[in-house]
């Protein structure tokens, strides 16, 4: 018996499923699949709301973690930028899955009841939603989700016991470097401790710069390890130019928080008042926008001096 063909030859209950969205463009255009899609997305926000809440009461108001709030988006262009990889790949329901959706929530289970750690909470969220889009789609369809999932790290923030950590020696590297620069500069300043003696010879007055937690640059520094990141998989395709860029976020920071630690001293020879407060967290603001120009400056150069179609085709 031959099959029952309609006027534009599929088969009926074989071809219909063609007529479902095959592109990220078009699922976001359709009711069904954005419904589905709010519906997974809300039951995580409710599995995981405290989490959330913890992580706002974190970001807001704390400049060292203000960019929490811009990471989702930043995934969510990541994965707009490999759209045409995901498009391509096959996508199927794939139970495996099911071991890292069932991880993800035990593992939030054991730090929120049993060890409640903030940083394992963010942890088992991704691994989570890496389960969820692993069960849904398939793991060719993982190939390109890896690194925007993945980059949702950068909204968690890290223990205290770690900022300690990691502040101390950031303290040390901003007083040494500011010392030597208004040194350069010939302005008259002494170091003791994470504290710049600054002395302004015309009035032999000594304003004491402490290089406190706060001007660590600790902001800086991770700002622009989540800069150089998104901007590491945004242009390019070149690993070693992705490891280059992601590790050029810390020599960047770290120099830019030493000019402004100098700035401020060269400032408190005019008003003392300068060194803090107000006007120390706005120099620190100014300063990311040079920062960020001299980083896209350095990209620039490094696609200039390797073009990306060279390294793609190696």
């Not at 990220?24 to 589905?36: I, N």
């Not at 223990?159 to 302005?187: D, H, S």
């Not at 810390?250 to 700035?263: D, E, H, K, S």
Request: with cysteine.
């Amino acid at each position: 018996m031959s099959s029952v063909t309609t006027s534009t030859g599929r088969v009926p209950g074989i071809d219909a499923a063609s007529d479902a969205p095959r592109t990220l463009a078009e699922s976001l255009q359709d009711h069904g699949v954005l419904a589905r899609v709010a519906l997974l997305a809300g039951a995580i926000v409710f599995l995981f709301w405290n989490w959330f809440r913890s992580q706002h009461e974190h970001s807001w108001g704390n400049g060292d973690w203000s960019h929490a709030y811009m990471v989702p988006l930043i995934s969510a262009y990541l994965l707009w930028q490999v759209r045409q990889e995901f498009d391509a790949a096959r996508k199927s329901v794939f139970w495996p899955g099911l071991v890292p959706v069932l991880m993800g929530v035990w593992c939030h289970v054991f730090f929120t009841v049993g060890i409640p750690n903030h940083l394992g909470q963010g942890l088992s969220l991704i691994l989570t939603v890496f389960g969820v889009a692993l069960l849904l789609l398939g793991p060719a369809a993982m190939r390109s989700l890896f690194l925007p999932i993945g980059y949702l790290f950068f909204a968690i923030t890290l223990p205290q016991q770690v900022m300690i950590r990691i502040t101390f020696p950031l303290q040390q590297i901003a007083a040494e470097g500011a010392w030597v620069l208004l040194r350069m500069l010939g302005v008259q300043a002494d170091l003791v401790g994470n504290t710049i003696h600054v002395l302004n010879t015309r009035t032999l007055v000594t304003t004491p710069l402490d290089v406190a937690q706060a001007c660590s640059g600790m902001r800086m520094l991770i700002a622009f390890i989540a800069l150089g990141t998104a901007v590491g998989l945004v242009a390019s395709r070149m690993w070693w130019k992705r490891v280059a860029l992601i590790a050029l976020g810390v020599p960047v920071a770290l120099g830019l928080n030493m000019i402004r630690v100098a700035v401020l001293g060269v400032l408190s020879l005019w008003d003392a008042d300068l060194s803090q407060g107000e006007a120390h967290t706005f120099i620190g603001t100014v300063l990311l926008v040079p920062g960020f120009f001299i980083y896209m400056g350095v990209v620039w150069a490094l696609n200039r001096a390797v073009p990306e179609r060279q390294g793609a085709a190696a």
